[in-house]
């Protein structure tokens, strides 16, 4: 119900939202919902898995003078200009110091600019703190609704 409100009803002001739980709970698949709905409403959104955003953020920065740094870079600015960014799979891509520093820039840059965000993980918080450090699990907790998927991975269950 928190997802078809927040997709609803979006607009700058719109909560964060951090969707956690197992492997296949419906995370992305609510996700992928959300954007629908809210880029029917006339709203700018980029839906990209963690790895790939962060993939991006590296390329921007050290092939800047390439074909595929420039177009990294015109993805970075999407990503951090854009009306709701959705963060699918966060903490499935390869961890790297950068991948830490591009994790808070992320998180940082759009709580400062009003630009809302949607993040999946199958990470608890603990692991989120260890794995991109206090400062990003801070503003994840304090300014993010989170809510926690249960349940049985629908994968398993559609093999039975």
């Known amino acids: 119900q928190v997802c078809r409100t ?26 992928a919902c959300i954007a629908r709905v809210v880029a029917g409403a006339g709203y700018a959104v980029a839906y990209e898995t963690a790895a790939s955003a962060l993939d991006a953020f590296e390329c921007a920065k050290f092939q800047r003078s390439s074909a595929d740094g420039e177009a990294a870079a015109q993805r970075v600015e999407q990503y951090l200009g854009c009306d709701l960014m959705i963060l699918d799979d966060l903490g499935t891509e390869l961890m790297t110091s950068f991948v830490h520093s591009a994790m808070y820039q992320i998180v940082n840059t759009r ?23 206090a400062p990003v699990l801070s503003r994840l907790q304090g300014e993010y609704q989170m809510l926690l998927f249960f349940g049985e991975d629908i994968r398993r269950q559609k093999r039975k």
């Open 6 to 31: 927040f997709a609803q009803t979006f607009r700058p002001g719109t909560m964060n939202l951090l969707l956690q739980g197992g492997t296949g709970l419906g995370k992305t698949y609510l996700s």
């Open 111 to 133: 709580l400062i600019t009003g630009k809302k965000t949607v993040i999946s993980t199958n990470l608890s918080p603990d692991e989120l703190g260890r794995r991109y450090g």
